[in-house]
């Protein structure tokens, strides 16, 4: 299938800086073959007050096209080569400031809520946008099992980083581990969820299995995937993509339209498998349920 982009005049080549650093780190060569992910059935019941009513972007499209930099820089590149991913045994180990630290086994973590399908909006930084039906439940649900401390003002998040199974950790793109954070709220907030499945599967390999993280209101990056540790902090931390470009990345990361990227717009966006280009809302259409959050912040110093 062909995945209708940008034609290459409209956008800078994405993250033109990871590429850089791609080439003064000396390349990286991958083996091994792609295939088509094999979809395993994961039964979810549709959330209808958290979805909207939007045509979901194609599978097909949202597995073949994505950024998941551990497997390469390229938008194929999780596609091509996230199979070298083992998903168990997977654990998450969750630290920091709680009273006991604890570990969970993937499969036990599976069975701690009902598996919701909400139909969210997903806008990436670099322009493009897309209508996912995710499977999982709040991140709340985590806070149900451990017991935080006062000093818990901050989430992080972090993503796998083993060269033995993703070979661009081994070049110096991002500081890895992938890490990405949330204030304490917005983790809390019941649109942010640990998504286990799409599409009514589960998680492909490419788009960020067992576990990821879906915040829709924000843009794609904040969604760490394969997550193996979350732990709550006191002081906002700093996190892959602020270390990696601080003027370009904001801890915030609201999908904002007023607010321009360096090298991107975010005043519109074209939907993967569209070609027109729709408005970009604030909050990515969440506001009616986040802007709360923000209240009395300047929104353009807190990007
Ligand atoms: N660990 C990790 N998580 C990541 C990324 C990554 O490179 N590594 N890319 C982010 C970006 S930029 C986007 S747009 C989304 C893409 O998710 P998708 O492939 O499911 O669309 O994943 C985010 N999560
Ligand atoms: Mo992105």
Redesign the pocket.
């Known amino acids: 299938m062909r995945i209708p982009v940008p034609p290459s005049s409209e956008i800078t080549p994405p993250e033109s800086f990871l590429r850089r650093r791609l080439l003064l780190a000396g390349g990286a060569t991958l083996g091994g073959i792609g295939g088509p992910a094999l979809a395993t059935p994961l039964p979810s019941t549709r959330a209808a007050a958290w979805s909207i009513d939007d045509k979901p972007t194609p599978f097909s499209t949202?597995t073949s096209?994505?950024?998941?930099?551990?497997f390469g820089p390229d938008k194929d590149s999780?596609a091509k080569h996230a199979h070298r991913l083992r998903i168990r045994p997977w654990t998450l180990t969750v630290d920091g400031a709680v009273k006991t630290e604890k570990t969970f086994a993937i499969d036990d973590l599976l069975k701690w809520a009902p598996l919701e399908e909400r139909i969210y909006r997903?806008r990436?930084?670099?322009g493009w946008g897309?209508v996912?039906p995710w499977i999982g439940f709040p991140f709340a649900e985590l806070l149900k099992r451990v017991e935080i401390t006062g000093n818990a003002k901050y989430v992080e998040f972090w993503?796998?980083a083993d060269p033995g199974q993703m070979p661009y950790v081994r070049v110096p793109l991002?500081d890895w581990?992938?890490v990405?954070a949330l204030r304490l709220d917005e983790a809390k907030h019941p649109l942010t969820l640990l998504a286990v499945g799409?599409y009514g599967e589960v998680m492909p390999k490419?788009?960020?299995a067992p576990l990821?993280l879906i915040v829709p209101w924000k843009?794609?990056?904040?969604?760490?995937?394969?997550i193996v540790r979350v732990r709550f902090v006191e002081k906002q931390p700093a996190t892959?993509w602020t270390k990696a470009a601080p003027d370009e990345y904001g801890f915030y990361s609201n999908v904002n339209p007023d607010v321009p990227h360096k090298r991107w717009s975010q005043s519109h966006e074209r939907r993967l498998g569209e070609f027109r280009k729709r408005p970009t809302l604030p909050f990515n259409g969440y506001a009616e349920q986040v802007a709360g959050l923000y209240a009395g912040m300047d929104l353009r110093q807190n990007f």
Do not use: I
């Open positions: 949202m096209y994505g950024n998941f930099y551990e999780p997903f990436c930084v670099e897309a996912v993503s796998l991002l581990p992938y990405e799409m490419q788009n960020g990821r843009y794609g990056f904040k969604g760490a995937k394969s892959a």
